[in-house]
């Protein structure tokens, strides 16, 4: 508990908050973090490696670390775990085929210990398409009503592309996050 | 002459001002020096101990004759326990305090080892810690079979508990997600499937399209015109695929033998062999588990595509179709994976104006 207050009252006075980006590859997690911080987004790279960005978001200072998706360094997501407050899980809402190993991805993810207290927004981004899948079908493929009852967690469609939902994404997560990290004021 | 006085006056003061001090001081050196008094008597009256105990006080030998002799005592001793256990039921409860015996020797054995450890053979100090491992390890087991003893435990707790309805949990989720799957996969977005020898051209004149698949096609011959919100290519042989630009991304897994023109915002490789990619890019096309995969500048022409180029953001040339980055290959010389197509090799300017859109399957002559 010791511990737990200090970190509290260290994070309270910087009001700081570590954000987790992860998803599959080509699901617009870069995408997604350039478009709020009224980036272009008209030429990014696949993410070989990552990008961390600090936004101010309200009164919080966001640290946002973007990791690369490719299955190569997937494995190298673990090196970015501590001290995660909210992790954001990106969907390609197009991509129907790949859906089962976004299933188990996050499945996987999920089971970290050092990441069992942090909120999670999932992002059915790619809306912008036509045809694609809906935020619920999204829900239901990934299975996230099985998930441990204790995660917060919420999932909202999206757009990189035109920005539309992604701050009320990133709306909920922050307050979720606040309203566990530091005393409501 | 100044200083000499200066150091006099201040010594002098110290002494007369602080008398608390110098009381403080005294009362340091005397819990020091009885401190010290009772460490010197520990350590005398140990090595007297030790000394009683070991007559040959520091040599090699003779510990490790001492120790083997230990050894040899708790082994019986340990035999015994087992052929008692073994032999009837009454005589656990008299082994109990016997085994408490014989692990209170094996920590003293440790304890031997410990205090004589500044003199012995790194090698003896090892073999003797884990001749003492062992040993404990035996005594463990002695506890287990013969007064087997219901342990707390949370695993037994959880296996006995849990085990059944996790399997249950496995059953459904994956019944769930494959009904989920399926059911989406039937719903379908729009493309080209399960094809084998046919000449397919697409038209899209209108809006730009959604998502558009080619998956499972064998020597096929793809041809789309127009604008794409996304491209995914998966499992294509012997195929040569043509299209327009594409807004977004263009996902390729598992791909052999084909010839691909594309144009896109980003282009993700997956798994592909012995294939050529011509394409214009506004970012750097990636591959990821490819090998002899070449690369080629974009040469598509129909009517309307300068258009459509321009109004995705790709009219113009940017050359990274020949900067490819190789996940697996993340060093700083050329990935042995990739390479650019040498010019003379170049396929000429593909001009698909005159097709006419068609979907049957006819055989191709080749």
């Known amino acids: 508990m010791g511990l737990l207050s200090i970190i509290r009252k260290i994070k309270r006075k910087e009001k700081e908050m570590r954000i987790l980006m992860v998803g599959l590859d080509n699901s617009g997690k870069t995408t997604i973090v350039l478009k709020i911080n009224g980036e272009d987004t008209s030429v990014i790279s696949p993410t070989l490696g990552f990008n961390i960005k600090t936004i101010k978001y309200q009164k919080y200072s966001l640290n946002i670390w973007d990791v690369g998706g490719q299955k190569t360094i997937r494995s190298y997501w673990r090196n970015y775990f501590e001290q995660t407050d909210g992790l954001v899980w990106v969907v390609d809402s197009s991509d129907v085929r790949r859906l089962e190993d976004c299933r188990m991805e996050l499945a996987n993810l999920l089971k970290e210990e050092r990441l069992s207290g942090a909120s999670l927004l999932i992002f059915a981004n790619k809306q912008d398409i036509q045809g694609v899948l809906k935020p619920a079908e999204i829900a239901k493929a990934l299975n996230l009503d099985a998930m441990d009852k204790t995660r917060h967690w919420k999932i909202f469609g999206c757009s990189a592309y035109n920005g539309e939902g992604l701050l009320e994404g990133f709306d909920w997560l922050i307050q979720d996050i606040a309203s566990r990290i530091y005393v409501i004021d | 002459m100044e200083d000499e006085e200066v150091e006099k006056t201040r010594a002098s003061s110290m002494e007369v001002q602080d008398p608390i001090a110098q009381k403080k001081h005294a009362a340091m050196l005397e819990r020091l020096s009885n401190l010290h008094q009772s460490r010197l008597q520990q350590s005398t009256s140990r090595r007297s101990a030790t000394d009683s105990s070991s007559p040959a006080f520091e040599s090699v030998h003779s510990f490790l004759a001492r120790f083997s002799d230990a050894k040899r005592s708790l082994e019986a001793e340990l035999r015994r326990f087992h052929a008692l256990a073994a032999s009837s039921g009454d005589a656990k409860s008299q082994i109990r305090p016997d085994l408490e015996k014989a692990s209170a020797a094996i920590s003293d054995l440790e304890r031997q080892v410990a205090e004589n450890s500044y003199f012995l053979p790194p090698y003896e100090v090892r073999s003797s810690l884990k001749t003492i491992a062992e040993l404990k390890e035996s005594v463990e087991s002695a506890y287990a079979d013969i007064l087997p003893r219901k342990k707390f435990s949370f695993r037994s707790k959880a296996s006995s ?45 209108g809006e730009v399209e959604g998502d558009f698949t080619l998956a499972d096609l064998h020597s096929c011959e793809v041809y789309l015109k127009g604008r794409f919100g996304a491209l995914f290519i998966h499992r294509l042989r012997n195929c040569r695929i ?32 012995d294939s050529d990619f011509y394409l214009r890019v506004r970012t750097r096309p990636i591959i990821e588990d490819c090998s002899r995969v070449r690369f080629g500048p974009y040469r598509l022409c129909y009517d309307g595509i300068d258009e459509q180029l321009k109004e995705c953001g790709l009219h113009e040339e940017t050359g990274n179709w020949a900067s490819v980055d190789d996940f697996r290959w993340l060093r700083a010389v050329q990935s042995p994976n990739w390479c650019v197509i040498s010019e003379h090799e170049f396929v000429g300017v593909t001009d698909i104006s005159g097709l006419e859109e068609k979907n049957e399957i006819h055989g191709l002559s080749t």
């Open chain 2, 242 to 273: 043509f299209a327009g630009p594409v807004i977004g991304s263009v996902l390729i897994e598992e791909v052999n033998d084909c010839l691909f023109m594309l144009a896109s915002h980003q282009i993700r490789i997956h798994q592909a062999k």
């Open chain 2, 161 to 205: 508990n849990k085990v059944p309805t996790v399997v249950v949990q496995g059953a459904e989720e994956i019944i769930v997600s494959d009904d989920a799957n399926s059911k989406l996969i039937a719903r379908g977005s729009p493309g080209l499937r399960d094809l084998q020898n046919a000449v397919l051209v697409k038209h899209f004149s």
